[in-house]
């Protein structure tokens, strides 16, 4: 069903075959077919993964892979068609979602065909802009949080807190009512996050235990690492005895833990159960993806070399 024409053909940042960053060209492509559960979401912006030059270069893949491909896992846009079985959307919403090995490609173009249980109606809350980047940033930081099993008024620490992953958790953490500590990088990235609401920040290239012990003296109910630091055990002995440390598969080098603590090294599964549990923090307030930088289609292979590099918050895509 649609109300408007759709293209043939959409400008895509697509690659013929696997290589370094610089395969990834603007190329035009068909407009992907819309199937019976599928949305068609004309992209505003995509989010960078920092897995994304893996798919790239092909050692990481995800599915049958077809050339041209089109990637991006993270998007928002608008709806502009769905399929006769679509009961959840309508032509003109505003979504955000998932287009991580999607078989009809990704977000990186100017239109996507995706699933309707892995898009969500985007909050008011959150401006078209940041949303693109906000599904896995919000999904893997949710689940973390939930694996910790905390209460209200709980001390978190949150290690890595003014990445792509940490900024977005200290926001949703707050919206759980706790307490939160958060280690940033840099006095940048130490101002990002005292903007965003923690109890207290530090910057994490300086010892900071003193000040950790100050805010829970009697140890944190538990703690995220999103950040790779041959420090952190130090830091993770200040977690209570029987509480929990998570963390996403791929934080290198893998958190040591001390003994009596339990261990969570987990995947961002994403479902819409999930992506409804994360727009019902979200929309509880002004909600704030940081995005360090944007950029347009055609840069998108600059965009992939720069997600390889120390930064903070986001980057993003901008088609619209």
Known sequence: MTTAKIPAQMKAAAFDQYGPPEA???ELVPVPKVGPHDVLVEVATAGVG??????????FTVGKVD?????????AGVVRAIGEQVTRFAIGDRVYGWGFGNAKGGFYAEFASIGEKELAHLPKTIALDEAGALTMSGITALL???HLELVSGDPLMILGASGGVGH???QLAKRLDLRVFAVASGKEGVALVERLGADTVVDGHHPFQKAAREFAPDGFAGALVFSGGHGWKDALELVAS???VAWPNGVEPEPTTPRGLERHAYD??????ALERLSALVARGPFHVHIMKTYGLEATAQALRDVQQHHLGKLAIKLQ
């Open 24 to 26: 990834v060209h603007v």
């Open 50 to 59: 920092v897995w994304d030059p893996e798919m790239v270069n092909g050692s």
């Open 67 to 75: 050339f041209p491909q089109v990637i991006g896992s993270d998007g």
């Open 144 to 146: 973390g949080l939930e």
């Open 168 to 170: 977005v958790a200290t």
């Open 242 to 244: 029987g509480r929990h």
């Open 268 to 273: 961002a599964a994403i479902s819409q159960a």
